[in-house]
């Protein structure tokens, strides 16, 4: 690498800090992007990237060992840690027969439950013993920080041995009432599900998973909770609805209702979020919360997940609370506006009808 190629990378990365971006995607034949308070932005003043830029950038911030595995599968995901300034998720990548990058910005410090707005709702949830918590959402949904919050409350508050499974780990926890043991999948253990097969036996208290990739990941999960363990997983769905379908509709029908039974037994609560803009540039959180309330548990016993919404729409003094909701009173409070409450809403017209009512 050139000294001129190691002045423009860092030069860009600390645009990244400084701007508080928290992504930037190199990709050939494009300027560096960047994403601010949501919105993509072109680093124009940044030449636009050729493909041995891009091959010093891969140089940059893989060494020898992740370039070997590169090189093998075509893509690669690993935490990066730039001059004690930032730590990024790194994930490098093909498309149309050039290799890409993206950096997501890790934060420096763990989020608390009170920072991130969840304090109230999900403090509750971190205390439970045994039992499934979902974390869902889309990608920069804030679902990683979540979890990083989640852990850290417990960690802080209630003591216990805590292993986490990530891919890859991107906040360090220092133990204070807790044991942690992060375990990265692709370099500690080989995949998610070989290494929650590993724990079965172990004397674990809390598990974190921070992806369900497989079919096989997901029945250990379940086998865990059942086990006595509270489990803590993030998923990609879009409603705590479809979360629940989707979860169960992956077994095979041999298995789902074992699974069915299971997730109506041990479910503590599905968390569904997302980051919004709001009307002064910055990002709001917006979130749907179930709670495996018993009503809840006998309606996922019987596969009856539709009527479930109308337990979530009834139940806002047991915590409970919809997307949309969450989404309506953004809006009635001034934070983000309509059209954009729209756009994030899982049914726009039970949105509206809601706004209509005030």
């Known amino acids: ?87 990024f998720r790194v994930y490098i990548f093909k498309q149309k027969g050039y290799y890409s990058i993206s950096l997501k910005l890790v934060p420096q410090q763990v989020r608390s439950l009170e920072e991130i707005g969840l304090a109230k709702a999900v403090a509750g949830f971190c205390r439970s013993k045994r039992g499934l918590i979902f974390v869902s959402g889309p990608f920069n949904s804030g679902r990683s920080s979540t979890m990083s919050a989640m852990i850290d409350f417990i960690n802080k508050n209630i003591g216990g041995r805590i292993l986490s499974f990530e891919e890859p780990i991107e906040q360090i926890f220092i133990n204070q009432k807790s044991m942690i043991e992060q375990r990265e999948v692709g370099q500690d253990v080989d995949s998610f599900s070989q290494g929650l097969a590993s724990i079965k036996d172990e004397d674990v208290d809390v598990v974190a998973v921070s992806k369900v990739d497989s079919i096989e990941s997901l029945e250990l999960i379940l086998e865990l909770a059942e086990s006595g363990r509270l489990v803590m997983a993030m998923v990609d769905y879009d409603s705590a609805i479809s979360c629940l379908e989707g979860l169960i509709s992956d077994f095979p029908q041999s298995k789902k209702q074992w699974a069915q039974d299971v997730i109506a037994d ?40 539709g009527n479930v919404e109308s337990i979530i729409q009834t139940s806002r003094a047991e915590g409970m609370i919809s997307l949309d909701y969450s989404l309506a009173e953004l809006v009635r409070t001034g934070k983000i506006a309509q059209a954009e409450a729209i756009k994030q809403a899982v049914k726009p017209q039970v949105l509206m009808a809601s706004l209509k009512k005030q």
Do not use: C
């Open 1 to 87: 690498m050139t000294t001129t190629e190691n002045l423009t990378i860092n030069r860009i990365l600390n645009a990244v800090a400084e701007r508080k971006a928290t992504d930037v995607h190199f990709v050939v034949g494009n300027n560096p992007i960047i994403r601010i308070n949501g919105q993509l932005t072109d680093l124009a003043d940044e030449e636009v990237i050729n493909p041995e830029f891009l091959e010093s950038l891969i140089n940059f911030f893989a060494g020898e060992d992740k370039l070997e595995i590169l090189k093998k599968k075509k893509e690669i995901k690993f935490a990066f840690n730039w001059l004690d300034k930032a730590r």
């Open 266 to 305: 041990y479910l503590v609560s599905i968390i569904v979020q997302r980051l919004v803009p709001t009307v002064q540039g910055g990002m709001v959180l917006a979130v749907e919360i179930l709670i495996g309330s018993s009503s809840v548990k006998s309606l996922i016993k019987e596969g009856r997940y």
